[in-house]
């Protein structure tokens, strides 16, 4: 899950890494309000789980607090990149003379943590990595031995970061282990004319894992920032991932999704989502399950592919007919069962006879049928 940025500064901040003083309003009136508050002068920031808000027109600097009302009024219900702004931050504007980049991130290839930084901030990190891979430092992190004064020294030397950047990166190493985050990142870090470090713009990512420990961010922590069914199939507890063919996929363990995805591919049809109801699912998980498959307009055909374990083919049934209650199916539905009490299962589909679900006994024949069914919609 990723925070929001004025929820990554207040980790920075209870880390002692310095931000600039700042508050988070909804309306123009409490803009103006906050600004007046701040002294007048602010920056003003759009709250979206998405970067470049600077370039999109979503970070403006207002005179005074008039002005900041005027400028957060336009901010708020803007679009970036798909995402609704309902919030805006304000900000105490900062003169700033050097923009750096800090981060760390979990690197799942080396089994380690990564610490980038570059002296080059403020542009998104990428865009430099590509175009001057030079500029850009990433240094290995032994988790166990952490970022201690030595490796913060080292890792801010070889970014070309001035030195009193060393003891933010000791703090952000700290954020990123007792937050239970799997990226953090600062961007800009800036040097101010007077010479203060402060932290300007901040991502943070924690480990979903973690949840149960980081109740603390509540609903905004799960605000969509993606497909608005993956948000809804994740509120479910349900893993779901949208693509971009025209075959609704549900299956249960990661493994046997896969090959289907790969069998339904392999038959010419292209896959336009997959659910993973995962083992020991229950018929109330197949039957969110399938709701969420079929709100996919996307969907030409669904093919439903169980393979009984620890999983009842006969909750599964019972799931698929339960979600015909409350759902209205438009799509055919394309249902193999095999394994734990699939004669049982097979026998609840069969008994409530709906005219857009069929079965096929075989993944290759059900994922034929399927790929048949979305080309003939
Ligand atoms: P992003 O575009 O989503 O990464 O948003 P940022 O918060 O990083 O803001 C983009 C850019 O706006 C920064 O790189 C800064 O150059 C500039 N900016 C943000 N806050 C301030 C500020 O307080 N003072 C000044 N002068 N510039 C700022
Ligand atoms: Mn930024």
């Not at 998405?50 to 207002?62: D, I, N, Q, S, Y």
């Not at 919030?87 to 981060?103: R, S």
């Not at 998980?285 to 079929?294: E, Q």
Request: proline share 4%; aromatic share 4%; net charge negative.
């Amino acid at each position: 899950m990723d925070l929001y940025e004025h929820q990554a500064r207040q980790l920075f901040a209870e880390h002692g890494i310095a931000v600039p003083r700042a508050e988070v309003v909804e309306s123009a009136g409490a803009a103006e309000r906050a600004a007046l508050r701040l002294g007048g002068r602010v920056v003003v920031k759009a709250q979206v789980k998405t970067g470049g808000r600077g370039k999109a027109g979503g970070v403006k600097l207002a005179a005074d607090a008039a002005a900041a009302a005027l400028t957060a009024r336009q901010i708020l219900g803007m679009d970036i990149k798909g995402h609704l702004v309902r919030k805006v931050m304000l900000a105490e504007p900062v003169d700033i003379q050097d923009e750096f980049y800090v981060g760390y991130v979990l690197d799942r290839a080396a089994g380690a943590f990564l610490a980038i930084a570059s002296a080059e901030g403020g542009m998104e990190i990428e865009e430099v990595a590509a175009s001057r891979p030079e500029a850009v430092a990433r240094i290995p992190v032994d988790p166990e031995e952490g970022v201690t004064e030595g490796v913060a020294q080292r890792i801010a030397e070889a970014a070309g970061l001035p030195p009193e950047a060393a003891p933010v990166l000791i703090r952000l190493w700290r954020v990123l282990i007792r937050e239970d985050a799997l990226l953090v990142e600062v961007n800009p870090l800036v040097r101010t004319t007077d010479g203060r470090i402060l932290a300007l713009d901040g991502k943070v990512t924690l480990d979903d894992n973690a949840r149960f420990r980081q109740s603390r961010w509540g609903a905004e922590a799960d605000d969509p920032h993606g497909d608005p069914l993956e948000a809804d199939a994740a509120a479910r507890g349900l893993n779901y991932v949208k693509l971009d063919g025209e075959v609704g996929i549900i299956g249960n363990g990661a493994g046997l999704v896969m090959s289907t995805l790969d069998v339904v591919a392999g038959c010419g049809a292209r896959p336009a989502n997959f659910l993973d109801i995962g083992g020991g699912a229950s018929s109330g998980v197949m039957a969110d399950g399938l709701s969420v498959i079929l709100s996919d307009p996307d969907v030409k055909s669904v093919l439903v592919n169980v393979f009984g374990g620890i999983t009842a083919c006969d909750a599964v049934a019972d799931g698929i007919v339960q979600a015909l209650e409350s759902v209205r199916l438009t799509k055919p539905l394309v249902v193999r069962l095999d394994g734990n009490n699939a004669a049982r299962g097979r026998a609840i589909l069969d008994a409530r006879a709906h005219p857009l679900v069929q079965q096929v006994p075989t993944m290759d024949g059900a994922a034929h049928r399927a790929a048949q069914l979305a080309h003939a919609a």
